[in-house]
């Protein structure tokens, strides 16, 4: 189905963040740990069990979200922006491969990095806290789906940005704001009727909360409707993206 230029750039995107492996894997990593330790460990004796589970386990599949999307983010945005920056984005774009097979493309290569630092994350949590997985099928598909979403997101990003400081404008101004707002360290229910509201419209809310279900067997929501909403995130960052492409907005001159 797919021609061997696709495979050539696949490879190449998985093994560029492979041998870089102690800035795109181990950061996420120790990020994680310092999470589980500062927040678990010290906070979650105060706190207690929060829907029955206690606190350092809670907070665990929020933070592997947190090691899935940036990093899925990250390394398609960056991919994208160093091949319009070298010009050899060019030449990729004057071969036989259509938009959607450039794009899938990056997009597997980001998806395959936020999905190990995802797993990495879950080894992590189980040596520290111990942590059960309660159905690692749905845990991977959740991973999955959330690092395709993101790493179509990033080639997006990448396609539009004009410089290195716009990718990390999204990043610092949305990804992350959102992602703390998405229920990482508490539950929704806790919060005033407003900010409930507020977070019930967040996506990233809806795939913290499908995680947890993978993970800790625990929904404030219906898990399946939170799957229904990140399988279609991730159809249509997929889909703009190829048509990106296919288009060549800002990269065809």
Known sequence: MFSRGFWVIVK???????????????????????????FG??????????????????IVPGLVMMAVINPAYQNSSSSIMQAKF???????????????EISL?????????????GILVLLLAYLITGLHIENWFLTLVYLSVVAWAFAGAGVIVGIYAKSWDSIMVLTNFFLMPLTFLGGVFYSIEMLPEFWRNISMVNPLYWMINGLRYATLGIAETSHELSLGISILF??????????????????KT
């Open 12 to 38: 190449r995107e998985i093994k560029r963040f492979l041998f870089l492996y102690k800035q795109t894997l181990f950061p996420s990593v120790i990020s994680s740990a310092l999470y589980i330790i500062v």
């Open 41 to 58: 460990a010290a906070m979650g004796s105060r706190i207690g069990e929060i829907k029955g589970v206690e606190y350092i386990h809670f």
């Open 234 to 251: 991730a159809i249509f960052f997929s889909t703009l993206a190829s048509f990106m492409f296919s288009k060549g907005y800002r990269i």
């Open 105 to 117: 493309s990056y997009i597997i290569g980001g998806a395959v990095r936020g999905i190990l630092n």
């Open 86 to 100: 070298l010009r050899f984005i060019e030449d990729i774009l004057i071969t036989p491969l259509s938009g959607l």
